[in-house]
């Protein structure tokens, strides 16, 4: 396999509990791609971010990390070589400051960005470092969120539903820290309802149903598969 693949998914499947969620997954994504997993609610887009760091139940199939074999191993295993999660309800700890919040993870390489880093990528957090997580807006904890990732040096980064219920100037700013990590090399998996936002910035976008991948659009071909696109997705 190439050195160039980040992540390569084959066959996979996942439960929770009995229920059969993942039916085959098959998606590869390359170092310093940004992809999309587009579909529906209940599509399994979702489940496949967790089924790669090993948050599900059963999984069948094959689960590639920078060309090392996951699907046995240990959900802080598979963090330590460099995924990060960044999941839905974003999982901040909400009575520590957001500093705190951001000293807690562990380093797992040098990649870590440091503190100083972090606050000129994101400036809002500065201003409210000693603010107990509780007390950030919806916005400003989802940036903890992604900041605390990029802390422990991950460099494949699973990103699910980040602009959900932010206000424009809020998406617009996560949109610029998307290009920023691109530009610096991070492979990037997005799960987005919010299309308008993911469409600039992915290099490719898996269309997810009924737990498989039934399309696979590159960026260059988004108009003409526009139509196709819209009838997944119910846009």
Known sequence: ???????????????YGESHILHGINLSVDKGE?????????AGRTTTLRAILGLTGKRLGSIKIQGKE???????????????YCPEERGIFSSLTAEENLLLPPIIN???????EIYSMFPNLLE?????????????????????????????????????GLAPV??????EVVMNLRNKGYTIILVEQNFR??????????????????ETVLSHELQEKEELLNSYLGI
């Open 1 to 15: 396999m190439s050195n160039q693949v980040a992540l390569e998914i084959s066959n996979l499947q996942t439960w």
């Open 34 to 42: 940004v992809v999309t997993l587009l579909g529906r609610n209940g």
């Open 70 to 84: 996951t699907i046995n191993l240990a959900s802080h295993l598979v963090a330590r070589l460099g995924v990060g």
């Open 110 to 116: 040098e990649m870590g960005m440091s503190i100083e």
């Open 128 to 164: 409210r470092r000693l603010s107990p997580g509780a007390r950030l807006s919806g916005g400003e904890q989802q940036m903890l969120a992604m900041a605390r990732i990029l802390r422990t040096g991950a460099n494949i980064l699973l990103l699910d539903e980040i602009t959900e």
């Open 170 to 175: 809020i998406v617009q700013k996560l949109g």
């Open 197 to 214: 936002f993911a469409a600039p910035l992915a290099d490719k976008h898996f269309v997810v149903e009924h737990g498989v991948v039934v």
